[in-house]
């Protein structure tokens, strides 16, 4: 229907990319009125996620309210340098997702591409550290969730409890971190065949934000958990 | 993007001053629905309006960020050392505020600038502000029913134990069977107790006794903790389990 436009101030030979000639849903009035109407329903599955967490937190809360022993036992279980390891490897990772798309809104698709390739990486990094730095080990030796406690050495009553919200607390937002890294591979993938470019950047844009609250939720865990006790 | 928005705004067809051929053309799809019919229509609003963060912008809250990750790090290893050096107790609460606080701080930074809320459209901050409305209340809510206990104990008090007695979680345990399955299991104390007597069955009280030590022997003796006294703690309830401190212990 319309012209195709080249990007801005790009003068290039060749067959055109698929970012250049996409066109927005022809049921929407604009192009920004596509992308706002994205954004907003990516805002409001966000705000499900929160509310989701939340509830964690709110069950560690209580818990460390009326068994603040236990608590502090079970922080003292867990090495805060691996949890500070990790945080760091998050922030990183929200850094290169966030220049990710800032790359692609000028549409230098080939830097885009290296910052999502390093947030993919770092997302794996985490993963490992998580599972076989903390997990696999604190397992084997019986520090387990509930009914599955079997841990000889335990200092008070309520420690299966600990290990139940660490497990819940850190297991979902571990999910989360595999997802993210499924979203992020598919962008990896998208942008190779050059879907992404200044005006065609809605799905980065949205996988970035829920990128930036996986990392936002484990600003708030690794404290709860590895630093206070 | 609002400026985008106000001069769309300003660029509404007015029909008094329209032409009849004008008018009839504008009135065929008054909302402009299809602007691709409208000439300028359709590239006045193709997406390159949105704010672009500068990498330094990106950069300088990375360090941000790093910053106060090392800031919560050091202030909770500091209070350890406080309280190991020059034994002075610092409450928990002060502990839990300062952490919260930076993670607050490090939370606003992403959400306004890596999630370009500080220019995004108004409404998904208020999506945001609402979610955090229910987190409140949640949160609240539960604090409220926690402060409000002593009524009930003072009401039911020969009928509950402050803080519960920890049974309802120890009832039951996973034990692997002869068949190699892990079957639930009726247990007569609590799982902390029952993985302890497991392994003094398993190792003998002697040897259950050195690993015991082993775990916890090299911690200092600890002084009673209360909810308003935080310290490094050391994994360490005292008397908890009396019969099988080794001579001299320090639990």
């Known amino acids: ?79 805060w340098r691996w949890g500070g390891l990790n945080t760091l490897v998050l922030l990183v990772s929200s850094y290169t997702m966030a220049a990710a798309i800032r790359h692609t809104q000028v549409g230098d698709r080939a830097r885009a591409q290296m910052a999502l390739i390093v947030t993919w990486l770092c997302a794996l990094a985490f993963l490992l550290v998580k599972l076989f730095l903390e997990y696999i080990p604190k397992w084997s030796e019986g520090k387990r969730p509930g009914v599955l406690f079997d841990y000889p050495y335990a200092q008070h009553e309520m420690e ?14 571990a999910s989360h971190v595999i997802i993210g890294m499924g979203l992020i591979g598919w962008l990896i993938y998208r942008n190779a065949k050059g879907w992404y470019g200044p005006k065609n950047y809605l799905a980065m844009e949205n996988i970035g934000l829920y990128w930036h609250i996986v990392d936002l939720i484990w600003i708030f865990l690794f404290p709860l958990l590895y630093l206070i006790h | 993007m609002s400026d985008h928005k106000h001069e769309h ?21 008054p909302h402009a629905f299809h602007p691709e019919h409208h000439g300028a229509g359709e590239h006045a609003h193709d997406g390159e309006g949105h704010h672009v963060t500068s990498l330094f912008q990106l950069r300088a809250v990375l ?14 290893r500091a209070e350890i050392w406080v309280a190991d050096t020059f034994d002075l107790y610092i409450p928990t609460l002060v502990n839990v505020l300062i952490a919260m606080s930076i993670a607050t701080i490090k939370a606003v930074f992403v959400v306004a600038i890596f999630m370009h809320l500080k220019w995004d459209n108004r409404l998904n901050l208020l999506v945001l502000l609402f979610t955090l409305m229910g987190v409140g209340l949640f949160i609240g809510l539960t604090a409220m029913d926690l402060g409000n206990r002593k009524e009930f104990y003072d009401w ?13 979680a120890g009832f039951v345990a996973l034990t692997r069977s002869a068949r190699g399955k892990d079957e639930p299991e009726v247990i007569p104390t609590s799982l902390v107790e029952h993985a302890r007597n497991r392994a003094i069955q398993k190792y003998g009280e002697a040897v259950f006794a050195e690993k015991l030590a082993q775990k916890h022997g090299h911690h200092d003796p600890m002084p009673a903790r209360t909810p308003n006294r935080s310290r490094a703690t050391e994994g360490l309830t005292a008397d908890l389990f009396d019969t099988t401190v080794p001579a001299g212990g320090d639990h």
Request: hydrophobic share 40%; net charge negative.
């Open chain 1, 1 to 79: 229907m319309s012209t195709i436009q080249p990007t801005r101030g790009e003068i290039r030979t060749g067959p055109m990319l698929p970012h250049e000639t996409v066109q927005k849903g022809h049921h929407w009035r604009t192009r920004d009125d596509e992308f706002d109407a994205g954004k907003l329903g990516m805002w409001l599955f966000l705000a499900t996620e929160l509310l989701l967490f939340s509830g964690l937190f709110c069950g560690y809360a209580v818990m460390r309210l009326l068994y603040p022993e236990a608590f502090a036992n079970g922080s003292h279980y867990l090495d």
């Open chain 1, 160 to 173: 299966p409890m600990w290990w139940s919200l660490y497990y819940a607390s850190t297991g979902i937002h």
């Open chain 2, 9 to 29: 705004d300003a660029k509404r067809p007015d029909p008094a001053t329209m032409t009849e051929a004008e008018y009839r053309d504008y009135m065929a799809d």
């Open chain 2, 63 to 76: 360090g941000i960020l790093i910053f106060f990750t090392v800031l919560t790090v050091a202030s909770s």
């Open chain 2, 156 to 168: 039911k008090g020969d009928q509950i134990v402050a803080g519960g007695t920890g049974g309802s």
